[in-house]
Every structure is written in structure tokens, then in C-alpha cells.
Nanobody, 114 residues
């Protein structure tokens, strides 16, 4: 059974930092990443990382967020700094395997207050 379990969300003031973690099990993923969905908006890519370490970020988070992965234990992290109110959303962990099947975590709320 494939499971992606997120942790680390919460409430933070603007300018603050949070780190999200996602523990994956049950499959080997070639790409892992984070997506987010704000109220009334579509889910959007935040950052992805391949098993080889290549990364891609949304323009809105470049320079503020850093994605990393520990391939030994299939855990992906998202370090978020200089947070803005517009970063408020539910953040979802995603894993894609070699057959391009997508798996999702249950989501973790990040709220940035002014």
C-alpha cells in the first residue's frame, strides 16, 4: 500500500519559516514534490525533485523555498522561508513512480498571517 504522510504545517507570521516533511512508503518514486491549493484556486506545483536531484520551482517561490529528498528513507522536505500571506494553502505531497502513476498525501495546512 502506497502512503504519503505529510507533517510540519501550521500557522506562522509573514516573514517566518516552516519546514514540511513527507514520509513515503510502499513504492519507489522517480519524482517527488509539493503542490498547494488555496481556497477557490486550482492546485498548483510548488517544487519537485527527481531521484537524481534535479529540482524545479514555481516562480513565486524561487529563492524562498528549498526542496530536498532523502532517498534512503523516501522522505521529501520543503523548507519555506520569507513566507507571505499568499503562501497560505493546503500543501500536498506528491510522488510519481516510473509508470507515471501519481500518489498524493492527505495535505497539511499552512497559514501565513500578516
Amino acid at each position: 500500500q502506497v502512503r504519503l504522510v505529510e507533517s510540519g504545517g501550521g500557522l506562522v507570521q509573514a516573514g517566518g519559516s516552516l519546514t514540511l516533511s513527507c514520509a513515503a512508503s510502499g513504492s519507489i518514486f522517480s519524482v517527488m514534490g509539493w503542490y498547494r491549493q488555496a481556497p477557490g484556486k486550482k492546485r498548483e506545483l510548488v517544487a519537485v525533485i527527481t531521484v537524481g536531484g534535479r529540482t524545479n520551482y514555481a516562480d513565486s517561490v524561487k529563492g524562498r523555498f528549498t526542496i530536498s529528498v532523502n532517498n534512503a528513507n523516501n522522505t521529501v522536505h520543503l523548507q519555506m522561508s520569507s513566507l507571505k500571506p499568499e503562501d497560505t494553502a493546503v500543501y500536498y505531497c506528491n510522488g510519481a513512480d516510473d509508470f507515471r502513476r501519481d500518489y498524493w498525501g492527505q495535505g497539511t495546512q499552512v497559514t501565513v498571517s500578516t
